[in-house]
């Protein structure tokens, strides 16, 4: 038998040290739960101080690469986020319940809306965004009761909420987050050196207790998914975003940060949980209701969040190209007044609510307020996974999701049609009762 290759860390000073041991993950050389070296022991082996590897170990706990369970074993993170993570797997032949993907059948035509973008060059120095889409974006948000005194475009929610934690908050800041919650959101917090603090959610949205418990804790920042939340579906009523806010006006200067990434589509009304608070946004995309790859998102704020985000946005991409916004906000005027947008929905809704009631005559628990995706809770979500492929059926596993929250599976309900509601919900009880049976014998 041969002996695994240890990798060797190199480096003398923190920062080299720190770039080692990042090489090594990036390259799978140092694997995810794999044990690196205790402090003394690789300081004795680099000849550095044991101060300098503590500071490096420090670093890139931080950030999310390793962690400490205990004062004496440190471990490359279980999902460090410098891998690039994969895609769910597909197989051939399968129904992709995985991908996360809006129906493409159900997205606005974009013929009409590109013959109408006229063909003009802008130039630096122009104004960065487009009336039409402010336009647009002002009435939407009015409607909802968010002030739009300061508005700008960004590149979609992620990179909304990407610029504004990136203005707002310091390596090792802690960040509460709705647990399950969006790995994007997860990933990006981790990359940024954030912490994420969980706060546990039901149908209706974060957990008032857990949210109390975050702020006691002391969180520089919330963020939530007012509906559509990725991955249970919940949407925060309007009972429940009025206790948020409550207890959130116990913390001025919390910064809250909405995700309202499936807005037109999701399927449950909008109750917002900032208020009239020193800082907070709102970041509302059209990737799920107008084509991800049409990929803009108006982002609401206080008057420093939107200033600070646009002079960062200046010095990186500058703006987001006059000829996307041009064209989303043709394709959202076209979409919202030809009954597409409408219709999106009531098809999203219908299915979902065709698995969930197939997935109640098995009598399976499971969750889909709004939205694409339905959460349906298990006991180990590998053999599940792997059941549904045989069956036919690509789901997702729960894990990447999770923080503290207890196994599910996701399957998303975008493209399935209503009539596989119930072909999909046999199978999953099947594959649940056989893991029941398998235990059992
Ligand atoms: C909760 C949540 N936020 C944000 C996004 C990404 O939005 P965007 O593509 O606009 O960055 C997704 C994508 O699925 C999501 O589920």
Request: hydrophobic fraction near 45%; proline fraction near 7%; aromatic fraction near 4%.
């Amino acid at each position: 038998m041969t002996e695994p290759v240890q990798y060797l860390i190199s480096g003398d000073d923190a920062a080299s040290i720190t770039r080692s041991i990042e090489r090594g993950v990036v390259r799978g050389e140092l694997e995810p739960g794999e044990a690196i070296p205790s402090v003394r022991a690789l300081a004795r082996e680099l000849g550095v101080s044991p101060s300098t590897v503590a500071a490096a170990y420090r670093d890139l706990r931080h950030r999310g690469v390793l962690v400490s369970h205990d004062r004496s074993r440190t471990v490359v993170a279980h999902r460090p986020p410098l891998a690039f993570r994969l895609a769910p797997e597909v197989p051939e032949g399968a129904v992709d319940l995985a991908s996360g993907n809006p129906d493409p059948t159900l997205l606005p035509d974009l013929g009409p809306a590109l013959a109408s973008v006229g063909p003009v060059h802008r130039l630096y120095g122009d104004e960065p965004t487009v009336a039409a889409l402010l336009d647009l974006a002002r009435a939407d948000l009015t409607a909802d009761g968010v002030p739009t005194d300061h508005l700008a475009v960004v590149g979609g929610a992620l990179d909304g909420i990407e610029r504004v934690l990136e203005v707002h908050c310091r390596l090792g800041d802690r960040i509460a987050v709705e647990d399950p919650g969006y790995i994007g959101s997860l990933d990006l917090l981790r990359t940024l050196g954030l912490e994420p603090v969980p706060v546990a959610i039901d149908d209706e949205g974060p957990d008032p207790a857990a949210l109390d418990a975050a702020l006691q804790r002391g969180v520089e920042a919330v963020l939530v998914v007012p509906r559509a939340q990725n991955p249970t579906g919940a949407a925060i009523t309007a009972d429940r975003a009025a206790t948020l806010r409550t207890l959130l006006a116990e913390h001025p200067d919390v910064l809250v940060i909405e995700d309202d990434h499936a807005s037109w589509v999701s399927g449950a009304p909008y109750h917002r949980v900032v208020d009239d608070r020193a800082r907070w946004t709102v970041v509302r995309s059209v990737a799920k209701s107008l084509g991800p790859d049409l990929r803009v998102a108006l982002l609401a704020g206080d008057d420093e969040t939107v200033t600070r985000v646009v002079g960062r946005q200046r010095l990186g991409t500058g703006w987001v190209s006059h000829l996307l916004q041009h064209l989303a906000a043709t394709v959202w005027h076209l979409a919202a007044t030809d009954g597409t947008l409408e219709r999106a929905t009531a098809t999203y809704t219908a299915r979902r609510e065709a698995l969930l009631t197939a997935l109640a005559e098995h009598d399976l628990v499971a969750h889909g307020a709004s939205g694409m995706n339905v959460w349906v809770p298990v006991v180990e979500e590998v053999p599940v996974v792997q059941g549904m492929a045989a069956r036919g059926w690509a789901v997702q596993a729960g894990e990447p999701f999770r923080l503290d929250a207890p196994p599910a599976v996701r399957l998303t309900v975008a493209s399935l049609p209503i009539d596989r509601a119930e072909a999909a919900a046999g199978d999953l009880a099947e594959v649940l009762g056989h893991r029941l049976g398998t235990r059992r014998g």
